[in-house]
């Protein structure tokens, strides 16, 4: 009897088990497909994006996701955490080439205080050590309530810096970085003017051919350019009527050249002068 009650407890306990999987089940689906925001925690469309986000973060600080409300048509933003330093990074990429355009740190550090210990001599080393390589351009004091903080920005090769310091602790409390990349090409498309007139002025003016030196003629046999006589240096074709060559002759005496293309200023027989 004790044996028959056990088993019948098993089989009601196995009944109760499939019944609330299968009500699972049917939850999921009325709940309908993956939201964005859970779909985005590592999209493949930004996995260049990531990389390049990734590279300029510490490697101990872990992906949390990409920041669906700071997407632009230009840029994508996605964040890290590093456990180690409990500092937060938010790294902005621009979507067509896939650089890095800012980084965000904050830290748990707060940056202002009601009391000051540090100089503005304390604060240019502490950059320094921070930042070996970078050019300060300046240091200020700024406020924020009741609290006080140290404000600097400096330039480096790469990128310029935005630092709030603590003025009690020396401690960096958040920093921005902004790199120095050049923005993607942009095709200009050359629109047509309005005034037709401002065109003509633009376009380069078309020399006319030179003409060609009258003694010159071309023979139509066998193309030669022949740059006097009546026949064809080439194959001894005679010069088309066309384009025989002027009669040329002393007014005086009579005499002609046998050269009507190459006439002297003077005619040999009688000294005459020829009028070209």
């Known amino acids: ?57 510490p490697a101990t600080a872990e992906y949390q996701g990409m920041l669906i409300e700071k997407e632009t ?17 938010e790294v902005t990429v621009i979507k067509e080439i896939n650089k890095v355009k800012t980084v965000k740190i904050g830290g748990s550090n707060i940056p202002g205080s009601t009391t000051v210990n540090k100089t503005v001599e304390d604060i ?34 790469r990128f310029t810096v935005d630092l709030k310091i603590n003025p009690v602790t020396g401690a960096i409390g958040s920093r921005v970085l902004e790199f120095k990349v050049e923005p ?20 380069p003016k078309q020399h006319n051919p030179i003409p060609p030196v009258p003694g010159e003629w071309m023979c ?27 009669v040329a002759k002393c007014s005086k005496c009579g005499w002609k050249p046998q050269d009507p293309y190459n006439i002297p200023n003077f005619c040999p027989e009688c000294g005459a002068q020829f009028e070209k």
């Open 73 to 89: 048509d230009k840029t994508i933003a996605f964040s890290f955490f590093d456990n180690s330093t409990l500092r937060a990074y």
């Open 220 to 246: 139509g046999n066998c193309g030669t350019l022949n740059h006097e006589g009546q026949f064809c240096t080439n194959c001894g074709i005679r010069r088309p009527a066309d384009m025989k060559a002027p």
């Open 124 to 157: 240019e080393e502490i950059i320094r050590l921070e930042y070996p390589d970078g050019k300060i351009k300046s240091i200020e004091q700024k406020y924020e309530g009741n609290l006080t903080y140290y404000e600097a920005q400096l330039e480096t090769q």
């Open 1 to 57: 009897m004790l044996k028959r009650i056990i088993t019948c407890l098993l089989a009601l306990s196995l009944l109760a088990g499939v019944q609330v999987s299968f009500a699972a089940e049917k939850a999921g689906a009325e709940a309908g497909p993956i939201s964005k925001a859970e779909h985005s925690q590592y999209p493949r469309a930004y996995e260049k994006a990531i990389l390049a986000a990734r590279s300029e973060v």
């Open 184 to 203: 993607p090409k942009v095709e200009e498309k050359k629109q047509p003017s309005n005034n037709p007139a401002k065109e003509e002025q633009i376009k």
